[in-house]
Structures are given as structure tokens and as C-alpha cells.
């Protein structure tokens, strides 16, 4: 694994890695010093404080509770002792919070108010041990501040987090082969890091003629070009960083006679060329910022994200995964105070997608952003869910682990080869809540189903939050794209919107996300709902503090003022991929401008719901296929309506194999079913008819009534007679066309 960039600071903040590893140096510092006292004045120490430690020791030991905490098991006791001494050291080693929970009061750490002893003990995973030990108050706290939605609090909630915590304050401390590796790497980041700033120095003394001059950078491009070679990258980096700074003063630094547009001009042609972007790309992610945070951003492109894992609740606990790696030689943090599932990797001696832990469901790879739609979706359990466009699952899998595998999670995507890898994940993640299928979202919802209480729409993009990832978006996207694919996505988001039950008791609560930064795919989006459906309205993601507000304006467009409740990420600011969550709240039915196809939908609940077909909204759809980040076309493996009868087969096959696998003979239960079956579909009025009359003896005296009439009326009318006895044979019994037989034989 590539470390060495994973742990490149990429522009300020960088949330995700800094403060955990100086922390762990600091820890392993302090350790060194402590065993350079020598262990035999701690040995001695601890054999003073054994008294002490033993209460504690056989108090946990019994499970008695400490502080309200709930019972412990007894292999937690040892643990719990030998964590003793690091616990003390926890007010040094706070580590910054990208996200501020509300119950968590971080000074009282340094104002020397005395922690009590739960707090004492807590480490980086002490932000589980409040809900797995049953503190229903800081779960509660947690959930309004961070995770839960902001108006839902009529409802009683159901603690989200419970399923990923961890009992042990013992087991919260990282191994001493983690701590090694953590601080090894660290050494390696600090050494990268001088070698950078000594790059920086020469190029800084490379630049002379800028201090106090008027450098001359156009005169530069134009000898260049003259000279006809191809640009040399260090010049071309050290021209970026001189145009910023002639921008940042032009009044003294800039060139009589050029303006600031001539500037940011050349900074974006030079930025294409160094990056290598598309021009047209580059000019649109540059409007999203000043020109230093645009470099920044380009240059933040360049370098991987940190590798993040999100621990399976329904299959184990952060820590025991934790340990569980860190035993198999991977070095490992968790992510951050906003999340109690993500592991961060920083180094790994075996193949993360094969360990036993990976392949028995016990995690996932998944990017730290990715985690933030699912947490501001915030299902319940017992909820009716859909994941309008969910391969490969992800965010799928994460719903279903926070509803803890009740309620329903109808998980579709356009792609059927998607759609299967998405299976392959719901199975290896143990998820039982979750149905998939395979349908052009614009199309199916809610005409074949809507009603959900929940929608999540993690719309198919341009990907311009994960170049790092996949670099060719640079190059590879037209300005179409980013015409068509919008368009898509506000078809795609009226969808959810309108397949989303109003009168949810729990939720009414639908989120839009994509891994895009541009403003076209997001705010544009979401301010074009608005205005299609007044019946929604933008609320809190619940994320807290982390990340940046939505755009209120862009380009001389003014949004919903409520724009600034969406939440934007960046590469640079938070060292995730970039992401934009938007939660809406839908306050009341659809209007119905499905009449024009007169569709009516089935609600998730069974009931008829507010149908409003996107497709009879008043503009057109747009069906080209539209290409995924991946490079495949949606819908491109041979997607469309079910087939029946290849159902049916599908269907027959099973039933066969399941029936073997009980040991039972296919052929001798369904061939008598299917005698069976035959049997009843010749006699089916009869039978019905029978039973139909059954309960009711006043229609039973009716039948007989007209019976005795018709019979009348026959002998009376011989000549129409045969033709009533075929009329009668084809409704009757088999007995009844028996007797009409020994009849007409009679005859
Ligand atoms: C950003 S990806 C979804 C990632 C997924 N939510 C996850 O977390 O793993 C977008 C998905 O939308 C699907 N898609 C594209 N057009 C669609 C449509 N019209 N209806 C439903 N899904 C669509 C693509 O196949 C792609 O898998």
C-alpha cells in the first residue's frame, strides 16, 4: 500500500489522520520514558496500588457496574487493569474533533475539572463505550447532535449506534504493535515533510526576482511558446505559485497594463497544463473557489484519500475488528469522532479485500464521505427504505446495519451488472432486510412502488469529488455532461421525492447526495425540486459542524436561503472525497402531474400513495444513457421489464433445488402438484362457485330456486335445451357432467 502519499498532509485542515498520530506519538513518547524509569519502580507501584486495583479488578470481574455503566464481562476485567496508566494520560491526548459532540464538554479536560473515572478511561474508542454500557443519555445527546434529524424530536428514537459499541474500556487501547507502526509511519511523514519544506525553500530562492519586483511571468509563457518545448513542470509549478501571488497584490506586483482577468488567465491555462484538465473542467471547479483554494483543491486531487474501512454491525464491533487487523499486522485509526464504524488504514501487510475478517462480512471498504448520506438518512429500525441507485452497496449495507436488519430496504440500481456486485455485498455483509432490484429509477418509482418513509438518492454524477480516484474525469467529460446529467438527476430526485410517504410517523425524509462538486449537480438540483415540489422542504443533515455550508448563490444564481443546510466536502478541507448531502423533508402529497400517464402507485405499505409520475412532469426526459464513473452505461446490461416466463423458470428451478436439498424428490411433489393444479384449473367455476355459496344458505335456497325454474323452464322450451346442457357442462362438476352424460345417454 502506498503509505507514504495516504499520509501526505494535503492542504489544511486534514482532519482525517494528523491529530491521532501526533497523539500516538506523544503516548509512545511518554511509554519510552516510562520504562526508562525502570520497571522495577513501576512493578513496585503497581504492587502498592494493588489493593486498590484488585477491588476494581474483582468488581469488574463480577460484573458489577461502575458508574451506572452496565454489567462487564469477566475477560474484560484484565484488560481494564492493564490500561490503567495510559487512561491517566487522556486530558494530553484529545484529539481534534472534526465534528463537536454535544455531549462531550472537551475543556472540561484542561480546565482540571476531575473526569470521573469512565472518562478517565476512555481512549480513541471511548466514544463507543457510552451507548454499548447503556448511557441512553449520551447516546440521545450524540443522536440529536450529529446524526438525527433535526425536527424528528416528537419521536422516541431508537439508539443508532448501540449495535457498534464496545463494553471494554480495556480493549480500547491499540496494540503495541499498532502504536510501533503508527509512530514508524509518523517518523516517515516527518522526514517527507522536511524534504518538502527544503523543496520549497530552493524554490522560494528560485524566485528572487519576485520580492519587491514586478516579475514578468507573461514574458516568461511567451519565450516559451517561442522556444516551442514543452513546458518544463518545475517552472510551470513555480509560475502557479508566483501568479497567486501577483493576484494576491496586484496593485504592487502586478504588471502595468495586465489586469486580475489576465492573471486568472494564465493561472487557469497553466493549472490545465500542469494538471492536466480539460479547459473547460478546469474553469468550473475553479469558480468554486479563490484561486489559492483552487490550487489547493487541483493539487489535493493528485494524492489518494486515506483508505477507510466501515465495521459490519451486524456481524461485530469496531474494536474486536480493530484488534482483530491489528493482529494481522495493519495499522489502523479510528476515523473520527463523527463516526463510530470507520477504521482508518494507514498501513496494511495483507490484502485488505481478502482477510478472513473481509471475506466473513465483518467490514467494508468504503470512502469516509460515503458514511455522511447514510448518517443523514438516519433510518429506523422497522422502517420502509429505498435506495433509488445503490450498486454496489455501500450505502446500502449501512442503512441496513443502522435498522439493524428490520424494516425493508429496497435497494435498486439501473445496472443489472451493478446490481449483482451489490447482491455480492448484502450476502457477505449478512444483510436480511434488503430486497434488489433492477430498474431506471426515473421510470419505476413510485409508479411500481412508493409510500417508502425513507428515500436515499445517491445520484449517478461526473465524479468531480474523486478525480483522485479516477483521474479521467479530467479529461473525459463534455460540457454536455454536465447538461445532461443534471437533468437526470433532477428527474432522478422528484422520483424520490414523490415515492417518499408525507405521513411517515418515523421519517418523510429523503437525502441527496452526489460525489460531485460541481454546483450544476447539486444546489441547481435541489433548487429546481424545490420549485417543482413545494411540498418539500430543505432541513438540517444533522452532521453537526463538519464540513461547509451549501451555496446560498453562484455565478449571479440566488438559491433557497435554507441552501446553507446542505453540506459540502472537499479533498482539501477534509481530506475526504468530494461530497455534497442534501436532507429533505417532505411536508405534504405530491402534486399529481402523473395524470398524464394516469398511473397509481402501490405505497411500500400496501396502500395507493400520492402518485406523481416524473415522467408526465412538464419536461422532457431525457433518456440517453448516461455514462457511470466507473465507465459503464446505465443500463447498459440489458436492462428492462421482467420476463415472465424466464421468472417463471427461474422460479420452478429453485423450488426443485430446494426441494433436493431436503432430500426430497422433485418430481414426485411437483408432478402431484401439478396433477393437482391441472385438476382444479378444469373445474374452477364449480369449485369456486361451491365455495362461494357455502356460507351463505340463503344463496344456496336462490340456486336451488333458479335451478327448479331453469328445469321448468326447459321442459317447457325443448327445442333450446341442448344448448343450456353445453353451458351447464362447461361450469359443472365432474359428477354433474357424469349425470348430463347418463342423461343424454338415456336419451
Ligand atoms: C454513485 S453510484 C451509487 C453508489 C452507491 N449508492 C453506493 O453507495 O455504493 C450511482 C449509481 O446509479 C446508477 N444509476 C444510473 N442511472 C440510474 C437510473 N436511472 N436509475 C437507477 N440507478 C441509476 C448507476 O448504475 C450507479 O450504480
Same mark, same amino acid.
Given at each position: ?24 506519538? &506523544?503516548? /509512545?513518547? #511518554? ?7 525502570? +520497571? @522495577? !519502580?513501576?512493578?513496585? $507501584?503497581?504492587?502498592? =496500588? ?6 476494581? &479488578?474483582? /468488581?469488574? #470481574? ?7 455503566? +452496565? @454489567? !462487564?464481562?469477566?475477560? $474484560?476485567?484484565?484488560? =481494564? ?6 487512561? &491517566?494520560? /487522556?486530558? #494530553? ?655
Amino acid at each position: 500500500m502506498g503509505v507514504g502519499r495516504r499520509m501526505k498532509k494535503q492542504g489544511p485542515p486534514p482532519p482525517l489522520d494528523e491529530a491521532t498520530i501526533s497523539m500516538i506519538k &506523544k503516548r /509512545k513518547a #511518554a511509554e519510552a520514558d516510562a520504562k526508562a524509569e525502570g +520497571g @522495577k !519502580k513501576r512493578r513496585k $507501584a503497581e504492587s502498592e =496500588a494493588e489493593p486498590e486495583t484488585k477491588k476494581l &479488578k474483582t /468488581k469488574k #470481574a463480577n460484573g458489577v457496574e461502575v458508574n451506572g455503566k +452496565g @454489567k !462487564k464481562p469477566n475477560g $474484560a476485567a484484565v484488560l =481494564a487493569n492493564g490500561s490503567k496508566a495510559e487512561k &491517566k494520560k /487522556k486530558p #494530553a491526548q484529545k484529539p481534534v474533533e472534526p465534528v463537536p459532540e454535544p455531549e462531550e464538554d472537551d475543556d472540561s479536560w484542561g480546565s482540571g475539572s476531575a473526569p470521573d473515572l469512565d472518562e478517565m478511561m476512555e481512549d480513541e474508542f471511548g466514544d463507543l463505550d457510552n451507548v454499548s454500557e447503556g448511557d441512553e443519555n449520551d447516546v440521545e445527546k450524540f443522536d440529536e447532535g450529529s446524526v438525527f434529524d433535526s425536527d424528528e424530536d416528537d419521536h422516541p428514537r431508537e439508539k443508532m449506534f448501540s449495535d457498534d459499541e464496545d463494553e471494554s474500556d480495556a480493549e480500547e487501547k491499540l496494540t503495541a504493535a499498532n502504536i510501533a507502526g503508527l509512530s514508524r509511519k509518523l517518523d516517515e511523514q516527518r522526514e517527507l515533510e522536511e524534504e518538502e519544506a527544503r523543496q520549497e525553500i530552493q524554490e522560494s530562492a528560485m524566485q528572487t526576482n519576485i520580492a519587491g519586483d514586478r516579475p514578468d511571468i507573461f514574458g516568461e509563457i511567451d519565450a516559451a511558446a517561442q522556444a516551442g518545448v514543452a513546458p518544463n513542470m518545475q517552472l510551470l509549478r513555480n509560475r502557479i505559485t508566483d501568479t497567486l501571488r501577483v493576484i494576491g497584490d496586484l496593485e504592487s506586483l502586478g504588471q502595468p497594463g495586465k489586469s486580475r482577468a489576465d492573471y486568472l488567465q494564465l493561472l487557469l491555462a497553466d493549472f490545465c497544463t500542469y494538471y492536466g484538465y480539460a479547459p473547460f473542467l478546469a474553469e468550473k471547479l475553479m469558480s468554486l473557489f479563490t484561486p489559492t483554494e483552487a490550487f489547493a483543491f487541483f493539487e489535493a486531487n493528485e494524492a489518494p484519500r486515506p483508505v477507510v474501512l466501515r465495521t459490519n454491525t451486524l456481524r461485530t464491533n469496531r474494536r474486536t475488528l480493530a484488534q482483530a487487523l491489528i493482529n494481522r499486522g495493519v495499522v489502523l485509526e479510528p476515523v473520527g469522532k463523527w463516526s463510530k464504524v470507520g477504521l482508518q488504514i494507514f498501513e496494511s501487510a495483507v490484502p485488505l479485500g481478502a482477510t478472513p475478517e473481509y471475506l466473513a462480512g465483518h467490514y467494508i471498504l468504503q470512502a469516509a464521505s460515503s458514511f455522511l448520506p447514510v448518517m443523514a438518512l438516519a433510518p429506523q429500525p422497522g422502517e420502509r427504505v429505498l435506495d433509488m441507485a445503490s450498486a454496489p452497496g455501500g450505502k446500502t449495507t449501512y442503512i441496513s446495519a443502522l435498522m439493524r436488519n428490520t424494516g425493508s430496504v429496497l435497494a435498486n440500481d439501473a445496472s443489472k451488472v451493478r446490481a449483482k456486485g451489490l447482491i455480492g455485498n448484502v450476502h457477505r455483509l449478512g444483510c436480511k432486510n434488503v430486497v434488489v432490484c433492477h430498474y431506471d429509477a426515473r421510470e419505476a418509482f413510485p409508479k411500481i412502488l412508493g409510500g417508502f418513509d425513507r428515500v436515499l438518492l445517491d445520484a449517478p454524477c461526473t465524479g468531480t469529488g474523486v478525480i483522485s480516484k479516477d483521474p479521467s474525469v479530467k479529461t473525459n467529460k463534455t460540457e454536455r455532461d454536465f447538461l445532461a446529467i443534471p437533468h437526470m438527476q433532477k428527474q432522478l430526485l422528484l422520483a424520490a421525492i414523490d415515492s417518499t410517504d408525507h405521513h411517515s410517523k418515523t421519517g418523510g425524509y429523503i437525502v441527496y447526495s452526489t460525489c460531485s462538486v460541481t454546483v450544476e449537480e447539486n444546489e441547481q438540483v435541489v433548487q429546481y425540486v424545490l420549485r417543482k415540489r413545494p411540498n418539500v422542504k430543505i432541513v438540517d443533515t444533522g452532521l453537526g459542524g463538519f464540513g461547509s455550508e451549501g451555496f446560498t448563490s453562484y455565478m449571479g444564481k440566488k438559491f433557497d436561503e435554507k441552501m446553507r443546510l446542505t453540506r459540502r466536502y472537499f479533498p482539501h478541507r477534509e481530506n475526504v472525497d468530494g461530497f455534497f448531502v442534501c436532507k429533505l423533508k417532505k411536508t405534504g402529497p405530491s402534486p399529481a402531474t402523473g395524470a398524464a400517464t394516469g398511473s397509481t402507485s402501490t405505497a411500500a405499505n400496501g396502500s395507493k400513495s400520492d402518485v406523481s409520475n416524473v415522467s408526465g412532469d412538464d419536461e422532457d426526459v431525457d433518456k440517453t444513457p448516461i455514462t457511470d464513473n466507473d465507465g459503464t452505461t446505465a443500463g447498459e446490461a440489458g436492462f428492462g421489464p421482467f420476463n415472465d416466463d424466464q421468472d417463471a423458470e427461474l422460479i420452478a428451478r429453485a423450488e426443485r433445488n430446494r426441494l433436493r436439498r431436503k432430500g426430497v424428490n422433485p418430481k414426485a411433489v411437483l408432478g402431484k402438484q401439478a396433477k393437482k393444479t391441472e385438476k382444479e384449473t378444469v373445474e374452477p367455476t364449480a369449485s369456486a362457485s361451491e365455495k362461494e355459496d357455502e356460507p351463505n344458505k340463503d344463496t344456496k335456497n336462490v340456486a336451488k330456486e333458479s335451478k327448479k325454474n331453469k328445469k321448468e323452464k326447459e321442459k317447457k322450451k325443448p327445442e333450446s335445451h341442448s344448448e343450456s346442457a353445453k353451458t351447464s357442462s362447461s361450469t359443472s362438476s365432474p359428477a354433474s357432467k357424469k349425470a348430463s352424460k347418463g342423461k343424454k345417454g338415456q336419451k
